[in-house]
């Protein structure tokens, strides 16, 4: 066994207790007889104590010499300690270099140095060392745990589909495409009509899961590979969904709050749990709050990230925008029967960051067959996804969250490359 005992799980009730911890060392310290090393582990540190009148000088020399950031195993005897912020160390009797960590390294993984993004992302492996930064993704672990208990307890049944497809669901300008055994095949950006499909039988699907995106975009909140919590609901309208988001919204904000007290310290921020229902604005009157503000704009015209902005200043946290016009959604979002020209999908808004796209969905064929050709769109290209219009379509809705803009609002981040592990965008391929 490497060890008995993770680093920051030490207690009282160890004290006389010999245990065996792993980590990477963090610090040396000599005071002295004494030498101090810092030890860590993803559970938190440790001091560890080598006293040169009671270990051989080898051993004392080993600690020592150690370098910074190397792998250890350490053994000894649980000790009072004198330090304030920690009540138990280590009294050492052996210390094992594992890996040796050879400098310099690219960057300080304890933070003290600052480091651009770029740098960080090159050197991923050991940035997550810093506490601070992986405290980033100890959230977004509970933030995934959370969603799936969530929708779990909401009646959902998570699904995973494929990631390669032979026709895009809103056309193919803005997919990776990829040589599929002769046959031209695109990376999925979203499971829309495979999960469209599925509420024929499954009444209730989600999947979480990474979608690809190939839009030549260079900014803090887009990425060509992004995860998605995508869900789909059969006899169930867009107000139904809605609720579902919210509900699933202020559960994870609230449990975020509760198990990742330490986590969020780290950050420095804190996140206030939203209350339901959120704020809804029309699209109508969306454009008349921007045209007070001085923006020069015409109904029927997609938001800005500018406008986006100003919205975002005059509404609070999150916000719906509904009764979008029918040319600014996509073809398989359903319309009002009382005014055609408006349709049934809705985006949600924190601030200027748009979280989440949906609506009700076209559930005639007939419909579908002539929205797809008034988007430009062939209708035999969706001949798969067609068919099952006459198999008895439930009316259903959906929507699709994106995962890593609502981790930008729960870590308080501003550039969304900082939440996600290995991001890819337009120049970032590698590691």
């Known amino acids: 066994m490497l060890r008995t005992h993770y680093a920051g799980g030490l207690k009282e009730t160890d004290l006389g207790r010999e245990v065996r911890i792993a980590g990477w060392v963090e610090d040396v310290r000599i005071l002295g007889s004494l030498l101090f090393v810092t030890v860590r582990d993803v559970s938190g540190k440790a001091q560890v104590v080598f006293n040169r009148k009671e270990v051989e000088n080898a051993l004392f020399s080993r600690a020592k010499n150690v370098p910074r950031q190397s792998s250890v195993v350490i053994k000894g005897i649980v000790q009072e300690s004198r330090a304030k912020e920690l009540r138990v160390e ?39 060392r810093n506490p601070k930064n992986a405290a980033v993704f100890k959230i977004r672990h ?64 989600f ?54 007290v330490e986590e969020l310290k780290l950050l420095g921020h804190r996140i206030q749990e939203p209350n339901t229902p959120f704020e809804s604005l029309n699209y109508g009157d969306a454009i008349e709050e921007l045209r007070r503000e001085g923006i020069n704009i015409t109904y029927g015209q997609d938001l800005t990230d500018s406008m986006l902005r100003v919205l975002g200043k005059l509404h609070r946290g999150f916000f719906w925008i509904v009764n979008w016009p029918s040319s600014l959604k996509p073809f398989y979002i359903e319309v009002r029967n009382d005014k055609p020209e408006i349709s049934r999908g809705f985006d949600l808004q924190y601030g200027y960051l748009e979280i989440a796209s949906g609506g009700m969905r076209v559930s005639s064929k007939t419909t579908l067959i ?56 337009r120049y970032r391929l590698t590691p």
């Open 370 to 425: 002539r929205r797809l050709g008034e988007a430009g769109l062939e209708a035999k290209s969706f001949t798969d996804h067609l068919k099952i219009f006459d198999w008895g379509v439930p009316p259903h809705s959906g929507w699709a969250i994106g995962l890593d803009r609502l981790m930008m609002v729960l870590t308080g981040k501003k550039n969304i490359r900082e939440v996600v592990l290995f991001p890819r965008d």
């Open 142 to 205: 509970k933030v995934l745990q959370s969603t799936r208990n969530l929708l779990n307890q909401m009646g959902f049944t998570e699904v995973s589909t494929s990631r390669i497809i032979g026709q895009a669901a809103e056309g193919g300008a803005n997919l990776f495409s990829l040589d599929y055994f002769g046959d031209k095949a695109y990376l999925a950006q979203s499971p829309q009509l495979y999960k469209e499909q599925l509420t024929l039988a499954l009444d209730r699907v």
């Open 90 to 128: 280590i009294k050492a009797n052996d210390l094992q270099v594992v890996s040796e960590a050879i400098h310099p390294l690219p960057l300080d993984p304890t933070g003290r140095v600052p480091t651009s993004i770029d740098l960080r992302l090159d050197s991923r492996a050991i940035d997550l």
């Open 207 to 260: 999947e979480i899961g990474n979608f690809f995106r190939a839009e030549k975009s260079n900014t803090r909140k887009h990425l060509s590979e992004f995860v998605s919590v995508d869900i789909e609901a059969a006899f169930a309208d867009e107000n139904d969904v809605m609720q579902i988001a919210e509900n699933l919204i202020a559960g994870v904000f609230k449990q975020v709050n509760e198990s990742c």
